[in-house]
Every structure is written in C-alpha cells, then in structure tokens.
C-alpha cells in the first residue's frame, strides 16, 4: 500500500480510538503507586476519542484537512499529562501533513518522527521511560528503516513503527526504576502502542471494532466526566465562515455577543473554522448568532437539565455561573469534592474545577472557566500533577488572555496559594508570595491499596491504607487511623505550627478528630479540621 487517504485515515484513527478503549482498564491497572487512581488509561481514551470523532464528522477528502480537525479535538479533550502528550504527539503529526491530500510512506515516517519532536518540546522537564521515549525511540528507528531500505509500503512503515513501539515499550524499566521494581511497563506507552496497533490492523484490512465492555466504560467515564454545572442547554457547534465572516468575524466580539445569552463559553477559531461552546436557555438564539457568520459544521444543543435528573439525582444543583464583572485578578482552581471546594471559594477561588484523582479536567474544562471571568490576570491551580499540562495547554489556547498557571500539584499547596494571595498588591508581588507557599507547604494523604505491591522496599498488601508523604509511600497497615498518624510522625516536627486536615468520604469526623487529638498531643502544632467529602482518600494533610 504506497499513500494513506483520506478514507483509509478515518479507518485507521477509528480502529486506533476502538483498540484504546478495549484496552483502558488493562492500562488503567498499569500504576506504580497501587491507590485507586490509576487513569491513564481512562485520560488517553477520553482524549483520544474526542479528537478522533470529531475528526471522523469531517466532511474533507484530504488527509490534511483531517488531521488539523483531529489535532484541535485532541487539543480541546486533553486531560492529565497521558491526554496532553497524546494530543501533541498528533499536532506534531498533523503539522507535517498539513498540505498533503494523501500520505506516501516517507511522510508517514517523517510525520511520526515530527509528533516525537513536538511532545518533547511541550514538556517543560522530559522524562525518559515514558511515552515520550516510547514515540522518539519508535518513530527514530521507522525513519531511519525507512529511508536507509527505501521503503514505499506504508503498511511496512507502521509496522516497524508498531514493532519498535513494543520494544520501547518494554525497556521503560530499565530507564525508570520504580517501574522494574514495581513489575509494569510505562502506562502511557503502552497507550501509545494500543492505538499504533489499531492503524496498524486497518492498515491490514481489519478495523478493530469497540468491545462491549469498553463501550460501558465510556458511558461509564460519561457519567463521572460530563456533569454539568448550569442547567439549561449545553448548545455546541462548529462553523465554516462565509467570505464575510472570513473578513469580519472577531472572537472576542462574538464571545460577548454569545455572554449577552449564556455562560461557559468557548470560542475558538482556526482559519475559516469556529468551535464553539456555551450553555444557555435560549440555544436558538445562539444558533441565529452563529448562522450570521456561516455554516454549520456541527450542530447539538442537549438538555442538561435532564441529564442532571438522570445522572446526578441525589446531588444538589449548583447555580448557574453568569459572566463576571471586570476585575483585576480572578482565580481558577481544581477541587475534588465539595467539602474541598467551598474551602477554595471562601479563599477567594473565582471558578472552582470538579476533578483530581480519576476526574482529571480537559483543556477545554479550563478553557470554558477561563471564558467565564473578565479579569486583567487569571491564575490557574490545577492541584494535581496530573493536571499542570492540561492547565498549561489552555493557558496558551487562550493567548489574548494574562494567565498565569501556579504549578501545585496538590490541595494544600493549592490552599496555602490562596491564603497568600492578596488581590492588592502588583502581580510579580503576588505570584512570589503564591510560589513561596507552595514551596513551604508539606502534603500527605491516607488511601487504600488495590493490589499486592512493594514499593521502594515497603511491602504493601491489598486493602490496606497507606500514608503517602509527598510522592513517596511511607506507611501500610490495615487500620486507618493507625496508617494516619504514622503518617503524621513522618510529617510534622518541631518546626510545624498549622496542620490543615481534611476528611473525606472514606473517613468519619470521629477519626478527623481522633488524628487531630493525637497531633496536638504528639507536637505543638494547631489543628484545623475540615470536611473535604472527596473521594479516594481519607485524609488530606497539609503542614506548615
């Protein structure tokens, strides 16, 4: 097979997306750390499959075209680091086929080896034994075959790309320690192998079909990922400018023409295509504004309303967030339970992000918040580390905006970020105080294990509760309290004055108490007790 069309693409990027989400949980339970928030596999299928579809509504007969609408549903779907690395690794793909109306088999070579080099450039510090090197070594080697053996089979292209992927693959502990310790390979190569298998099987004939199970997963992921703040109508299209919205049309201008009818707007334009996004009560008005300036590529208004009543029922509605008034500073942040998110809203948060562990937000999640606020500086906490690049890839969606995004990578640091701001004084002021927070701030949390494991010499059983001091496992036990405050010898000492706890839905305000009672007996530190109601971990601790 000499070129790749666009037909064959769109089969490709469908077996790929299928084989991801038939192999999710097996790269889900691909964790180093054995606590339930194993999701990268759950973050690559989501963000793979929002691109791919969009990319499959495509009505282009170039290979070109496809990718660039692919590449900018990877970029707005992206969540955690797997999510994002995926996303620029097909950027990258598409930008070496942009012009192209088909793909010969030295493009394809050259349009890996490009996606290698720009997921390495959009991770500030590059890790080796990860997906990064799994891309850089699999498309180096296809290159270089394929040039040196003057290959013009594409089908011969991506599978020495598929074979040297695997290969890579297992390598990952050699360069990544805890890996060979833990016994796994890298989860996000793996991810990216999954989906090279799938264009390689369509290549061969084959489209690999979604497997029952994985088509109840992603209702599943659905149900956990797509809540909806407002109730109202989620109205999103996509438009193909006409000639006087080629000349005229102004994101900005129509954000605030669509401001004027609803909220979590998303306005993003790339040459003569407009994605938008917002949540309103009147969709066919916001469907007459955008008709004025083209025509409809995609189209579909939901009910959230009725998505509310069907899937989160016995949750209590929160209310509708209407555009702010203009104001100096605003502060976008990650909360993964309602407990935590009240503590960041009386700490001056503007817009509070559902997620973390497991519910990792998408580019566009951020993108929507930033849309929300008129502010002269944005600051974004995402919380989490698996968080920072999502957080990140928005901060540069939304160029025409000041945001800056305060790397925390947990919720004490994302509190103590808070406590510190001070909404008037100059930004750099702020911004350091925020930074010196954040470096002074110790956090640990109470979990429970999901597998048999040892980590770093300590040996962990399944269903015990581990005490995790930053990112190292320093405790397992079976008992909870007990797991607790060993981890609370490990985190506080002399020099502590302030110990921030925060119980969650695993645990019950007589255990907060109890661990409270035996740091104030055990050291001189003050305790202060809240009701996080997050998910997945006990305790939160912050010290100071």
Do not use: W
């Amino acid at each position: 097979m000499e070129r790749i069309n666009s037909q064959l693409l769109k089969d490709m990027l469908t077996s790929g997306m299928n084989n991801l989400a038939n192999h999710s949980a097996e790269i889900d339970a691909l964790n180093v750390f054995p606590v339930p928030d194993g999701d990268t596999g759950t973050n690559m299928n989501l963000t793979f499959s929002n691109g791919v579809k969009e990319a499959l509504k495509e009505d282009a007969d170039t290979v070109g075209k496809i990718c660039k609408t692919l590449s900018r549903g990877l970029l707005m779907g992206a969540r955690g680091n797997s999510g994002v690395i995926t996303s620029q690794i097909f950027r990258g793909f598409y930008q070496a086929v942009e012009d192209l109306d088909e793909i010969d088999a030295m493009q394809l070579a050259n349009a890996l080896v490009n996606g290698s080099r720009v997921a390495y450039r959009a991770v500030m510090r590059p890790v080796e034994g990860t997906i990064l090197t799994v891309v850089r070594e699999a498309a180096d080697y296809t290159y270089a075959y394929t040039v040196t053996e003057e290959i013009e089979d594409c089908v011969q292209v991506l599978q020495k790309m598929v074979d040297e992927a695997n290969a890579s693959l297992e390598r990952t502990p050699e360069l990544l320690p805890v890996l060979e310790e833990v016994g796994v390979v890298d989860s996000g190569g793996k991810g990216l192998c999954v989906i090279l298998e799938g264009f390689l099987s369509a290549l061969q004939g084959n489209v690999i079909a979604a497997s029952d199970a994985a088509e109840v997963n992603e209702h599943a992921q659905t149900k956990v990922q797509g809540g909806e703040e407002e109730f109202g109508f989620c109205t999103e299209f996509i438009l193909h400018l006409n000639e006087n919205g080629i000349r005229h049309f102004s994101e900005e201008q129509f954000k605030e023409e669509l401001a004027t009818i609803g909220n979590s707007i998303v306005c993003v334009q790339d040459d003569d295509l407009v994605k938008v996004h917002v949540h309103t009560l009147e969709p066919k008005t916001a469907i007459k504004m955008g008709k004025r300036q083209g025509r409809f590529v995609k189209l579909k208004v939901e009910n959230m309303q009725e998505q509310h009543d069907n899937i989160l029922e016995n949750e209590e509605a929160a209310p509708v967030v209407s555009k702010r008034e203009h104001q100096k500073y605003a502060i976008i942040t990650v909360a993964p339970g309602a407990g935590v998110d009240q503590m960041f809203k009386e700490l001056r948060a503007d817009v509070v992000i559902g997620g973390g562990q497991t519910m990792n937000p998408s580019t566009e999640d951020f993108v929507s918040a930033v849309n929300q606020l008129d502010a002269e500086h944005i600051l974004i906490l995402p919380n989490n580390s698996n968080i920072v690049l999502a957080a990140q890839q928005a901060q540069s969606v939304c160029e025409d905006q000041d945001i800056h995004v305060l790397p925390t990578k947990t919720i004490p640091q994302g509190l103590s970020a808070c406590v510190m701001f001070n909404p008037e004084v100059e930004l750099e002021e702020n911004l350091a105080e925020m930074q010196e927070a954040i470096d002074h701030v110790k956090s640990g949390e109470v979990t429970y294990a999901i597998k048999d494991t040892t980590y770093e010499g300590l040996e962990i059983k399944k269903d015990e509760y581990m005490g995790i001091f930053g990112k190292d496992i320093v405790v397992s036990c079976p008992d909870c309290l007990e797991a607790s405050k060993a981890l609370v010898d490990k985190m506080v000492d002399e020099d502590s004055e302030l110990v921030t706890l925060i119980y969650g839905k695993e645990a019950t305000k007589e255990q907060a108490q109890a661990l409270a009672d035996y740091i104030e007996e055990t050291s001189d530190a003050e305790v202060e007790i809240y009701d996080g109601k997050q998910p997945v971990y006990s305790f939160i601790l912050g010290v100071e």
